[in-house]
């Protein structure tokens, strides 16, 4: 579902960030400095991004996974932000793997949209990260 998608989405980015780190964290820092070209490309690539993360927040409405009420864009940028910030903060020798802020960000970005109702009829928070988890062990997404 919706949920699941996004939660692996999540864990991808930061497993991503964390492995390319040097360059992703240069890449934030340096993007102003880019050429009006270059920047224009890299602009679009990230507009993408944030249209799919987006119409995963959709879909998660439409399938009664998230509130209605949830501004999709709104919850995008935060999501979109929270990756993003990574590279100001993130240190591969620092005291948390990237496993454990995947994971906790996955977790975070599920959270901010998951619909009351639809936490209450999976058993709540650790059901709910439980089915997800073996969703994504079932098609080898974890391993």
């Known amino acids: 579902d919706?949920?699941?998608?996004?939660?692996?989405?999540?864990?991808?980015?930061?497993?991503?960030f964390a492995q390319d780190h040097t360059i992703t964290s240069v890449f934030f820092r340096e993007f102003r400095a880019l050429s009006e070209e270059r920047s224009e490309v890299i602009k679009g690539a990230g507009y993408a991004y944030v249209?799919?993360?987006?119409?995963?927040?959709?879909?998660?409405?439409?399938?009664?996974?998230?509130?209605k009420d949830l501004d999709s864009k709104k919850a995008t940028m935060a999501a979109v932000g929270m990756l993003n910030a990574m590279s100001f903060w993130y240190k591969p020798e620092g005291s948390w793997t990237s496993e454990e802020i995947g994971n906790e960000y996955a977790?975070?970005?599920?959270?901010?949209?998951?619909?009351?109702?639809h936490l209450m009829e999976v058993g709540g928070r650790s059901s709910l990260f439980k089915q997800i988890t073996e969703e994504l062990r079932v098609i080898n997404f974890l391993e």
């Open 2 to 16: 919706a949920l699941t998608r996004i939660y692996a989405l999540v864990k991808k980015h930061v497993t991503l």
């Open 51 to 67: 249209l799919f993360l987006n119409s995963l927040i959709l879909e998660a409405q439409k399938e009664g996974l998230s509130s």
């Open 107 to 117: 977790e975070l970005a599920v959270m901010a949209i998951v619909d009351d109702d």
